[in-house]
């Protein structure tokens, strides 16, 4: 049983007040935790590609950065001595909770950022009290970052935090020239400087993570960091740097225009690439408008910021699964799930989530806390939008909040990064799959995505052929932007002499919960394909699962015919549909996806078209249906489900 938490679960999150119970509520439970010193904080046993001690900082660090805005916006915690004395033990070389200089790509770089955070901008709480040693310790502690070598992406603007904490203490090691290396360099990652992908349109203040090779802009790009830090940045060197600082600032407000259109009515965030396990820190973008005082940007309102921040942290305030018994946050999305996590994703590492309260750095009278709170701004911003940095055409129809993708794809081998990134859609309502094995279907969990298997005489599973789905697109472009017929262009080839062109084609009116996916397929030997839709919660009315894998049995909710499945649970109603006019209809089937594959569902269930795919030149359509529920109660689904959308000519023309 959960431990009294109340704090942060079922908080209404109306208020400052409730945001900082909510704040302090993450911090208590760390002190069960802690070890005497301070400076190490053990949750759990699981295991990561850096050391334990690192493990131990990350607890330890990560934190501050709710801790840290609590204090600058004039509250108190009673626990803060605890850090206070664990930054001295854990940069102490004689002591016995050090934490160890940084070597090369070090996880130490990472948590030195939440570190300089706390003393760059409140050195008078975490810097100034200690003894000289002390300060001495914590100065050399700092430095060892610098000159290391550390993967070329955001992992910059750690080293940039470090110096400008160095700074703020008076060190003499302070390295000014190391930090304008890598504020040069991360000035190369913006869109400013290099064409988005698919479209030279001028960039909305988008980053990359990485240099232009690298096709990754998710919520690194924002919230969980370049955003982020340089609103920061901007707040601590407005006047030493004044240029970069309002460049940033000015990036930050193009930005958010962008932003709004990953957060749905109710406040749930898309979930979407890589350290989902971060949660609510995809909402520190707007947070950090607070922290650094930026004006929002013309047509919004800080009652329209306010509204995203305490929105967003109420759609998470219900939901007892992200919390171990003691307190403390575990490692998943919607609950503990490693099955989705990264091979760097320690105990604490979802105490990046504190990000999310840098508002509390602005004080009471700001004017982020005096404002109205304001809905999603539907009237003042079309519901359709095509984001070209991203690659990504935004969708906010039919009380749906999605988005279409191509032209992302990991830079590195990342676990399950075709999931995180490669499929076609991503849902605030469904979330996203991830694999579980390469066995079936089941483990495939290939939800918003094509999976294709040679289906040549002789070759089955059992010869170890598995399914294969889209991995790196080819030719990822925008086609259409700003007119009625925007849609999303791409290629992908799972062998040699076979190609797949899709086209992926936003709700039409009339039709506001399907989206359609074309696909023109050139193939050297027989297929067999399995295309999916989006996955929803498994159980069905009477409490049982919707689809039982092994019986074939199947619950109220349930339904597959030969050219349809639909899913119809708590969650919402999902389904897919086959307009291929071509083509014998393919089967419908439910797919009962392995426990844990979803991020939101630790239970689902996923509609499904199977069908066999000729060798040549063929060209298959699917509807995508989806109508998430409102406040747990089903909707007209009957009707929208009933609203099947027409092909449009100039698509089929186009291929």
Request: proline share 7%.
């Amino acid at each position: 049983m959960l431990q009294k938490n109340w704090g942060f679960i079922d908080n209404p999150f109306l208020t400052r007040e409730d945001v900082e119970r909510g704040c302090t509520a993450l911090l208590d439970p760390l002190a069960a935790h802690t070890s005497p010193g301070g400076a190490l904080i053990d949750l759990s046993s699981t295991a990561t590609h850096y050391d334990l001690r690192a493990v131990s900082l990350e607890a330890f660090a990560r934190p501050l950065w709710g801790l840290t805005a609590l204090l600058l916006g004039g509250s108190n915690y009673p626990g803060l001595d605890r850090w206070v004395r664990g930054l001295a033990s854990g940069t102490d070389p004689e002591g016995p909770e050090y934490w160890g200089g940084a070597k090369a790509k070090d996880q130490r770089m990472v948590e030195m950022s939440p570190l300089s955070f706390a003393i760059a901008m409140a050195p008078e709480t975490f810097y100034e009290p200690q003894d000289e040693q002390a300060k001495k310790n914590i100065a050399a502690f700092l430095q060892t970052c610098i000159g290391k070598p550390m993967p070329d992406t955001n992992w910059l603007w750690f080293r940039v935090f470090a110096n400008l904490a160095l700074r703020s203490i008076g060190s003499d090691k302070y390295d000014e020239p190391q930090m304008q290396r890598d504020l040069a360099r991360l000035e190369e990652f913006q869109f400013d400087g290099h064409e988005a992908v698919g479209d030279a349109a001028a960039s909305q203040g988008w980053s990359n993570d990485g240099p232009p090779d690298v096709h990754q802009r998710d919520y690194y790009s924002s919230s969980f960091a370049i955003q982020f830090a340089q609103m920061t940045y901007a707040k601590l060197c407005a006047k030493s740097d004044s240029e970069r600082s309002t460049r940033y600032l000015e990036r930050a407000q193009q930005f958010l225009l962008d932003f709004i259109y990953y957060f749905s009515d109710e406040g749930s965030a898309i979930p979407f690439g890589r350290s989902m396990v971060y949660r609510f820190a995809v909402v520190a973008t707007f947070s950090a408008f607070a922290l650094a005082d930026v004006p929002p940007p013309a047509p919004l309102e800080w009652g329209h910021i306010k509204g995203f921040v305490l929105r967003h942290l109420r759609s998470w305030s219900g939901n007892r699964e992200i919390f171990r018994s003691d307190g403390t946050l575990n490692i998943g999305y919607g609950y503990d799930n490693m099955n989705m996590t990264e091979n760097y994703n320690a105990p604490g590492s979802p105490y990046w989530c504190m990000k999310a309260f840098a508002c509390l750095a602005a004080p009471a009278t700001h004017p982020f806390w005096t404002s109205q709170e304001l809905e999603w701004p539907k009237t003042l911003f079309p519901p359709i939008k095509a984001l070209p940095d991203p690659s990504h055409i935004m969708c906010r129809l039919g009380g749906h909040t999605f988005l279409l993708s191509s032209g992302q794809r990991p830079h590195y081998a990342m676990r399950h990064g075709p999931a995180k990134y490669a499929k076609f859609s991503y849902s605030s309502a469904f979330g996203f799959s991830c694999p579980t094995g390469d066995m079936d279907l089941e483990q495939l969990a290939a939800d918003s995505m094509l999976a294709i298997r040679d289906n040549s005489p002789g070759l089955n599973e059992v010869d170890g052929e598995t399914w294969r789905v889209r991995r790196q697109t080819l030719d990822a472009r925008i086609v259409g932007r700003g007119t009625p017929q925007v849609h999303l262009r791409s290629s992908w080839r799972p062998w040699k002499d076979v190609t797949v062109e899709t086209l992926l084609i936003p709700p039409q009116k009339g039709s506001e919960n399907y989206y359609l996916r074309i696909h023109r397929m050139k193939s050297g030997r027989p297929l067999l394909s399995s295309e999916a839709g989006w996955a929803t919660y498994g159980q069905g009315e009477d409490g049982r699962a919707l689809v039982q894998a092994f019986s074939g049995e199947k619950s109220r909710g349930g339904d597959e015919e030969d050219g349809w499945a639909r899913a119809v649970t708590a969650t919402g109603a999902v389904g897919v549909l086959d307009l291929s006019s071509n083509l014998s209809p393919r089967k419908g089937r439910l797919v009962q996806s392995d426990p844990n594959s979803n991020v939101i569902f630790s239970r689902s269930v996923l509609p499904s078209l199977i069908g066999e795919i000729g060798e040549g030149e063929t060209t298959i359509v699917t509807a995508v249906f989806g109508l998430p529920s409102k406040n747990g109660k089903q909707g007209e689904w009957e009707k929208a489900w009933e609203q099947k959308p027409v092909v449009p000519d100039w698509a089929l023309s186009s291929l």
